[in-house]
C-alpha cells in the first residue's frame, strides 16, 4: 500500500534531524521504507528531490555537504531547525483561544485545537481551563459554503481562480475569473475580494451566491495586491451603505421593512404609497429592483434608469 507524502516527509526529517552525519541519498533511500518502495532510481530521485524541496519550503533548513570522496550528503541540524520560545501575555494568550472558538464550524477547526493543544504544552496559559475569564465567550463565524476553504486556499497561494457567480438580481449566474485576495466574515455572511479580470476592476462576491465549483487556474496575478484589503468597507459601499447621496423613492404601504428600516424619513402620500429618503451608494438598485413593483424610484435619475433597466432584464429571462 502507497505510503502517504505527510507521513514520507516526517519520516524524511526525522532521518535528517536524527544524524550525528550527513546522509547521502543511497543511505536515505535504504533507511525510508516509502523510498524502499519507489521502485526505479529515476522514480526516487525525483520524489527524494520533491520531498526535500517541500520540506524547505515548509521552512526546514537543509544542509548539503560534499565529502572528499565527491559524494553529497544531507543534514538538519537541530539547533538551525528550531523557533524561539513563545511567550504571550494574559490579553495575548486569550484573544488566541478565543479565535480558535471562532473556528469551531469550520474545517480549521481541527488545525485550530492542534495549535492550542501544542501551546498549552509548552506551558502558556490559554483559555479553556475551569478558571477562564473568558469562558462565557463562544463567539462563531460559520464557515458552511463549499466554496470556502478553495478560496482560503487560492489567497494563501496567490493562485487565480474561476466560478459561477449569481448576482442577486439575475436570473442565471455567470463565469467570473477572478485574482483572489482576501475573505472576510460581514454580518453572517462570507465575502472575497479580488480583482475581477473580465471587468478589470476590483470586485467583492458573496460565498453564499458562488454556484458549483470552485476551479483554480493556472499562472500568476496580473494586477497587484493592495497592502490592505478592506472587505468590509467594499461590500458596505457596493451595498449602499456608504452614502453618496440621498435617493427619493415610492414605498407601498406595508411592504419593504428592510428599506423602511434604512431610510432618513417616511412621509405617507395616499394611503397606498409611502415616500421615503435613502441613503444612495453603489449597489442601490440591485437591492431595489428586488421590491420589484412594491418600489418605484423618484430621483436621481440614473437609480431610476439602472433598476428599471434590471427589471427589464428579469422580465426577458
Known sequence: MAIAKAERLMNLALCLLGTSRPLTKRELRNSIEAYIEAGSEDAFNRMFERDKDDL???????????????????????????????????????????????????????????ALQKLRAAGMPLTGDDQDPYGALEPR???????????????????????????????QPETRQVEPWALECWRGHWYLAGYDRDRGAERVFRLSRITGRVRSRSGRFTAEVPSHVAVRESVARWAGETAIAQARILLRAGSGYPLRARATSVTSRDGEWDELELPYGHGMGAWLAEFGPDVLV????????DVIERLRGVAKG
Not at 572528499?68 to 501575555?89: C, E, F, K, M, S
Not at 460559520?142 to 478560496?151: D, K, N, R, Y
Not at 423618484?298 to 434608469?305: G, K, Q, T
Open 298 to 305: 423618484l430621483e436621481p435619475a440614473d437609480l431610476r434608469a
Open 141 to 171: 463565524i460559520p464557515a458552511g459554503e463549499a466554496a470556502f476553504e478553495p478560496l482560503m486556499i487560492a489567497c494563501r497561494d496567490r493562485r487565480p481562480v474561476t466560478f459561477d457567480y449569481r448576482k442577486s438580481n439575475a436570473a
Open 56 to 114: 524547505r519550503e515548509l521552512g526546514m533548513v537543509i544542509e548539503t555537504v560534499e565529502s572528499i570522496d565527491g559524494d553529497i550528503g544531507y543534514q538538519a541540524h537541530r539547533d538551525r531547525n528550531q523557533l524561539p520560545p513563545v511567550t504571550l501575555d494574559a490579553e495575548e494568550a486569550a484573544a488566541l483561544g478565543l479565535a480558535a472558538r471562532v473556528w469551531q464550524q469550520a474545517r480549521l477547526a481541527g488545525a485550530a485545537s492542534g
